[in-house]
């Protein structure tokens, strides 16, 4: 059900971290940020049996050239990490609803964690091209953990927040919110993609008040709506839940509950 796309590149970022770019010979589909690739890890010979969804961090201008941010935790993919380039890798998508640009008004406050932070660039990207101006709060686990700072700070104002302090504010994003730049910087709107703790701190402080889009992060089988191995309690409907990789991954704040 995918398409073979071919490894161009591939770069380590940081701890267990890599980048790599796919290309695509096809490139009609669009990509929206907030989207992501469900990747069979390996050649379709040694491949592992699952696919992963890995988040779409960049694509080029012509939509070819499509950027994958990744941790390593798992036989499939340290596998994806030591493909050679050349190699062609079975890829479904994009796949997935991504963020609503829309609502962004004129000052977009967006969070990342972790693997949570690589659709952050592509977000802050096309918001920048819409005339909005954004602000990046990022979190990493130390100073190991870090990457990619440097190219958010082309987008906009970058706070960092590291768990040991080793880099930026000590602690986690939610630290954040009380530094100079954060008071300077009242949003619109706000983004947010990482893990659960950080999302419940996004709902909680913006929700009630702003245009809030969480894209959440969740272990997934099909990618495709067929297995509910991904779901989440509708806030709204409590007899209903939200297939995270289909009618997600980016869900409004308000209509989930964390
Ligand atoms: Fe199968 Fe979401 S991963 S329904």
Redesign the pocket.
């Known amino acids: 059900m995918g398409q073979l796309m071919r490894l161009e590149s591939r770069e380590q970022i940081a701890a267990g971290v890599w980048a790599i770019v796919v290309r695509r010979d096809d490139p009609t589909a669009p990509v929206a940020a907030g989207q992501f690739l469900n990747v069979l890890c390996g050649t379709r010979v040694t491949s592992m049996v699952l696919r992963r ?1 890995l988040s779409i961090a960049d694509v080029s201008d012509d939509g070819r050239l499509i950027t994958l941010i990744f941790r390593v935790v798992g036989a499939g993919t340290t596998v994806l990490s030591e493909l050679p380039v050349g190699a062609e890798i079975d890829c479904a998508g994009p796949l997935g609803h991504g963020f609503d640009l829309t609502t962004a008004g004129h000052r977009a406050l967006l969070f990342g964690g972790g693997v949570g932070v690589p659709p952050m660039y592509l977000l802050g990207r096309r918001l920048v091209e819409r005339g909005v101006q954004v602000q990046f709060r990022l979190g990493f686990r130390d100073a190991a953990d870090v990457f990619w700072t440097d190219r958010f700070a082309h987008l906009g104002e970058v706070l960092v927040s590291t768990d040991d302090g080793s880099v930026g504010t000590r602690g986690t994003v939610a630290d954040l919110q009380g530094t100079d730049q954060a008071r300077q910087f009242p949003p619109d709107a706000v983004y947010a993609c990482g893990p659960i703790p950080m999302l419940r701190h996004v709902q909680q402080s913006f929700a009630a008040d702003l245009p809030t889009q969480l894209s959440l992060e ?1 272990r ?12 989440i309690p509708d806030a709204e409907h409590t007899d209903h839940q939200w ?4 009618d997600g991954p980016v869900l409004d704040a308000g209509k989930v509950i964390l």
Do not use: H, K, S
Request: glycine share 12%; charged share 10%.
């Open positions: 969804p969740e997934m089988a099909c990618g495709v709506g067929a297995c509910y191995a991904c779901v297939r995270i990789c289909y």
